[in-house]
């Protein structure tokens, strides 16, 4: 196949996967590219030939579930060859701080450079092994994300290259439309090439905090009082507690003494409990008592909390360490094989009055004793989104400012016994607690997978209008983004 001028590549292994390892499509072609304009002259190649089923996905660190990333028989464009450039701007006072950052850049590059300045993003992902563009493209949350709203609330200027090949700088008063529709735009209208990323003051230490729970509702109530104190909390998510395998995999980060041995009851009858971790922020400024200063907030918080008796934990780490946890919980799962395996993960975010009824439908689609993984559950606030963005949400019928993200994270082993039809159904039963939830509670998912068009198009609601409308605009002719299987491109799209 002859694409004119541009240097592409012949397909990789990496291209054709990623971390779900549940889809291996194939692209016919890679293309590392050096600059943003090698990106627009494959768009403007494309759009303007008669290659009219030619797609193109942009590829970060490839940590998609299911196939995303993936553009089967067309291009897959590795946006970690993009030349990794972190420029840095430090506001004086009343300045705002940023960095102009490749969107191919991971978020634990520029961690580590905008520390050496004191500085630091505002908005994070329990993974830092993300590409920029990457976390942007869908949403980007943390336990952070209560305080200060994704990462997509926290951009102050992109430059996107659109799916007709035109390199856009865009920000929230110039080229708006384009520039709210690629934010949680899952890679439909256009690739970020480039962001300028808000930072703040990096403190020097961060109190971080565990505390168990043996009744969901007392959990939930003590997650969303903490959630009401932002000026005194800085991160606040928490778990689900199943089994022995839970509570030691999500232990292997925390260098805490954690004297808790539950009862997890029977496999007919199970006992199953609750964490809450949050965590506060030392700045050790001169002439200040930080230690004792970071444990008075914490006694003042913990006092409010109805967590189980004597079993609250604390210690103190570096700020670069808290953020980069779950690296330490990788390379554990790397040294015992566990890393590399199939992940059929689930997202949701389900509003607040639906949040027990949640609970209830997942511990009957799931085994407590054998679960293999880790069930996140925690609070957001619904006024740190930006609505104009294209992330969907559950509607906010009740008006409740606090909605709950669940994250079904589990690990599905081949060669811990977890054949192809074990892996189908864990696949079936994450569709049907999507589906119930959805239509029962209003619940949506977060890095969304959807079988067809017609599902997609329930997903979005009211909102996809909109969406569509933005896809007309900005990608005519359906090039980008073929692994959502959102809009299937139409033998006669060319025409377009």
Not at 34 to 58: C, H
Not at 318 to 327: A, T
Request: charge should be negative; include cysteine.
């Amino acid at each position: 196949m002859d694409f004119g001028p541009l240097n592409l590549l012949p397909t990789t292994t990496s291209a054709a996967s990623d971390f779900g390892r549940i889809l291996f499509h194939s692209p016919a072609a890679v293309l590392k590219p050096q600059s943003s304009r090698d990106i627009s002259l494959l768009l403007s190649f494309l759009s303007g030939s008669s290659l009219s089923k030619v797609t193109v996905a942009a590829r970060g660190a490839g940590h998609s579930i299911h196939g995303q990333a993936q553009a089967l028989d067309g291009i897959v464009v590795e946006m970690c060859s993009l030349p990794a450039e972190i420029e840095f701007y430090k506001g004086g006072d009343g300045e705002i701080s940023y960095a102009d950052v490749s969107g191919g850049v991971m978020w634990i590059d520029l961690l580590e450079q905008s520390l050496k300045l004191g500085l630091a993003p505002r908005s994070w992902t329990d993974y830092l092994y993300l590409t920029v563009g990457g976390t942007l493209s869908n949403a980007g949350i943390s336990g952070q994300t209560f305080k200060h709203g994704p990462q997509i609330s926290n951009v102050l200027q992109l430059e996107v290259v659109t799916g007709r090949g035109e390199i856009v700088t865009c920000s929230p008063s110039k080229d708006a439309d384009l520039f709210n529709a690629v934010l949680g735009g899952l890679g439909q209208f256009g690739i970020i090439t480039r962001a300028r990323i808000m930072l703040q003051e990096a403190p020097q230490k961060v109190k971080w905090v565990r505390a168990f729970y043996d009744d969901f509702s007392t959990f939930t109530k003590d997650q969303e009082l903490l959630v009401s104190m932002p000026d005194l909390v800085d991160y606040v998510e928490g778990f689900i507690v199943l089994n022995e395998q839970s509570l030691h995999s999500s232990s292997v980060a925390f260098p805490a003494n954690v004297n808790f041995n539950p009862d997890f009851g029977t496999k007919n009858s199970p006992k199953i409990y609750y964490c809450i971790e949050f965590a506060v922020h030392d700045y050790q400024h001169t002439n200040t008592n930080v230690e004792q200063a970071s444990f008075q907030v914490v006694e003042v918080i913990s006092r409010q909390m109805s967590h189980m008796v004597s079993q609250l934990y604390s210690v103190e780490v570096s700020y670069f360490d808290f953020l980069n946890r779950v690296r330490m919980e990788e390379m554990s799962l790397r040294s015992i094989g566990l890393w590399e395996v199939q992940h059929p993960w689930l997202n949701m975010f389900v509003p607040k009055t639906g949040i027990n009824d949640f609970r209830d439908l997942l511990m009957g689609n799931i085994s407590p004793d054998s679960f293999e993984g880790l069930i996140l559950i925690y609070p957001l606030l619904r006024d740190k989104w930006d609505t104009n963005t294209s992330v969907v949400l559950p509607d906010s019928g009740s008006m409740d400012r606090v909605m709950y993200v669940v994250g079904i994270l589990r690990s599905a082993n081949p060669e811990g016994g977890c054949s192809h039809h074990c892996l189908q159904e864990l696949l079936r039963r994450h569709r049907s607690i999507a589906d119930t939830a959805g239509v029962r509670l209003g619940a949506k998912q977060y890095l969304a997978h959807h079988p067809t068009p017609s599902a997609w198009h329930r997903h979005f609601g009211r909102r996809w209008e909109r969406f569509s409308e933005r896809k007309t605009r900005f990608d005519p002719l359906r090039i980008l983004g073929p692994g959502q299987g959102i809009f299937p491109r139409r033998d006669d799209d060319n025409a377009a």
